[in-house]
């Protein structure tokens, strides 16, 4: 075999059982599974890049074969002379570049260079100065051959790769997660995990405290959070003004600069714990963002030296804190955490790939040695893992790929005497890679994103779940998470249409709800399967969960399993909910007001019926009926 390939080619084979992994690792498998399965879409997208690609091969062998040749001295200079003039010249030869079109193997080899762009106009250029078969090239020679090129670009990398991307992103979004659950179940992990990402806002009510009161009214201003946004952005460009050898002068204006807004953001957190308090303060994650870069930033000023700058660089994280300003980006930025495991999950299999691709290479051409060398160097060579990995990942990225595989491919004089020779075995090599991580691997993370975007549905849901975000942190300004029921069966009955009755209610009573808004609202309710505690009350994620299951009507019993695997919280659909203590009031009161003849209402009635929905949550026998279903009022929401 061509350069003692055979040998290391079996060698080589060993790492093969790295790939074990896949059926090892969950996550790998899974991806590895969606994948496979998406092949057979992909197949009338290859067929049709394969037609294409023969097409042009073949026309570009008709037209080009032969013409690539030139006269060349033993610098490897272009020197004009024809065929015959430079075989009788001493110490010249007659060659051409390794990339031309003198046979459909190897014009598919130089046709995929030009679909994957790299160093492409160096191969349209020769064609471009070329004559004819045997004479010496000129200068923009064959201007028209550069039409066979722009056509096969536009038609092959522009058109035909790109299809190959959308029909490989189409294949993943509608099949990575077929075989694992249904479309709804889906929608429903997605919707239930961006909604428990999502934190109540700040209340809106003013603390009883009146000094309290007074930092609260400055730091919830507008123009206080416009002035704090002008800050962070001056601050970033100070930060971009300094410069090598800036004077001193220069030096002491950008530190006092950096003492000034360091100052700024240190009263700002002071002013905000004394408004909220430091419970309610440290409980928002972006006050705990901001309480990190303050006391870092203070930490700054006090070090002199090369650390220092390193510190004051921690200044540009306060740039992340307007993504909470800008609702496109901040939803943006949701999507991409929420992706972020799966996008984990492809980087984890392209590791893989580059792995077993690297050791291969080490194995085959390991040997070849850089001195000499076109395509390698002393940095981007296969002398050992740690050159091969890094010379993949440039290759991963369409640099300078065909210059890599020209190394592997070109022979040095006195190879033969230590197997150092090229191989034919590259052009598999290196356009298998490519193909594979290039197009296939790292434009699967594209899929990945694009999957976690929003839905139309989903996206409806944004008004919902803002206006009830909102109502909720009037009735729990304290963000205990937690809500009286009365005060939840209210949000939702203020609630605009269609989830509410959109009612503007100073005092809410449960007999308020009377015909057919007591249908609708019990109905609403029984849909969301809200559960309450022992002390009735209802979680804030159990009522934002159970809003988004209603919003998208999704049956619970289905989605369980699913909801379990995915870390959603969830709970037994025969729990007692909101539904069951709104429906039961209903009964007691009817009772109350109609009592059967000869029978009273113990105090075990709502005991009794609750025990025979079989709920674990039930409140105890002892409790009086009248304290459990006390009238309660509360201020409009």
């Known amino acids: 075999v061509h350069g003692g390939l055979f040998t290391p080619l079996l060698r080589s084979m060993r790492v093969l059982r790295v790939l074990r992994l896949l059926s090892r690792v969950p996550s790998v498998r899974v991806l590895t599974t969606a994948l496979i399965r998406a092949m057979p879409g992909l197949s009338h997208a290859v067929v049709i890049l394969l037609f294409l690609w023969f097409l042009f091969a073949v026309l570009g062998v008709q037209l080009l074969k032969g013409r690539y040749f030139s006269c060349r001295d033993l610098r490897r200079n272009v020197v004009l002379l024809d065929q015959e003039s430079c075989n009788l010249k001493p ?55 550069s039409i066979f090129f722009v056509v096969f670009v536009t038609a092959g990398s522009f058109i035909g790769m790109k299809l190959f991307i959308g029909v490989l992103i189409n294949e993943l979004s509608s099949k990575q997660d077929r075989y694992l659950m249904t479309e709804e179940q889906r929608a429903w992990v997605r919707s239930a995990k961006m909604a428990s990402k999502t934190p109540l806002p700040e209340s809106t009510i003013p603390p009883s405290n009146l000094f309290q009161r ?14 704090i946004t002008t800050c962070i952005i001056l601050n970033t460009i100070f930060m971009t003004l300094e410069h090598y050898q800036q004077n001193s002068h220069w030096d002491d204006v950008l530190e006092g600069a950096n003492i000034a807004f360091v100052t700024i953001f240190a009263v700002e957190a002071i002013m905000k714990i004394l408004s909220y308090g430091p419970r ?3 409980l928002n994650s972006w006050n705990q963002f901001d309480a990190i870069v303050v006391i870092v930033s203070i930490i700054g000023l006090k070090i002199n030296g090369p650390g220092a700058t390193a510190v004051r660089m921690f200044h540009v994280a306060r740039v992340l804190r307007l993504i909470k300003r800008a609702k496109q980006l901040n939803r943006m930025v949701q999507t991409t955490i929420i992706g972020l495991p799966q996008i984990l999950n492809v980087l984890a299999l392209c590791a893989l790939i580059f792995f077993v691709y690297g050791v291969i290479g ?30 993949l990942y440039m290759a991963s990225t369409g640099q ?32 298998s890679f490519m193909i594979l991580c290039s197009l296939l691997l790292l434009n699967t993370s594209i899929a ?43 949000i939702i009955s203020t609630m605009s249409k269609p989830i509410g009755l959109d009612r503007k209610i100073t005092e809410f009573k449960l007999e308020d709800l009377k015909g057919t ?53 969830n709970f037994r659909a025969d729990a007692f ?38 709920t674990g949550n039930q409140p105890p026998p002892s409790t009086p009926v009248n304290d459990i279903f006390a009238p309660i009022s509360y201020p409009q929401l």
Request: hydrophobic fraction near 40%.
């Open 448 to 490: 990945v994103v694009l999957q976690n975007m929003e839905t139309p549905d989903e996206f409806r849901l944004e008004k919902w779940l803002d206006e009830f975000r909102l109502k909720w942190s009037l009735a729990d300004p304290e963000v205990s998470q937690k809500i009286h029921l009365i005060e939840f069966v209210n």
């Open 91 to 145: 110490n010249h030869d007659w060659n051409q570049p390794r990339y031309n079109f003198d046979n459909i193997g190897i014009a598919l080899v130089s046709l995929n260079i030009l679909a994957l762009r790299d160093e492409w106009s160096e191969i349209m250029w020769n064609a471009v100065n070329s004559r004819g078969i045997g004479e010496a090239p000129s200068r923009n020679a064959s201007p028209y051959y």
């Open 400 to 431: 300078g790929w065909s210059t890599f595989l020209e190394g592997c491919v070109t022979d040095l004089p006195g190879c033969q005497d230590n197997n150092s020779c090229g191989t034919p075995g590259a052009y598999i090599y290196w356009n």
């Open 280 to 282: 309610k303060y440290i």
């Open 577 to 614: 909910g909101v539904h069951h203590y709104v429906a039961l009031n209903k009964i007691i009161n009817f009772l109350r007001k109609y009592p059967p003849p000869q029978r009273r209402i113990s105090s075990n009635l709502l005991y009794e019926v609750s025990s025979s929905l079989n």
């Open 362 to 391: 080490v194995q085959i051409f390991g040997k070849i040695p850089y001195q000499g060398n076109v395509g390698l160097t002393r940095n981007s060579n296969f002398q050992d893992l740690f050159h091969a990995l890094p010379l």
């Open 517 to 569: 808004e007591y249908i609708f609202i019990l109905s609403s309710l029984a849909d969301m399967i809200v559960p309450i505690t022992k002390d009735k009350k209802v979680e804030y994620i159990q009522a934002l969960c159970g809003l988004v299951r209603y919003l998208l009507d999704i049956d619970l019993e289905s989605a369980s399993a699913v909801i379990e695997s995915a870390g959603v919280p």
């Open 214 to 227: 007074m930092f609260w009214s400055i730091t919830t201003h507008n123009i206080f959070a416009i002035f």
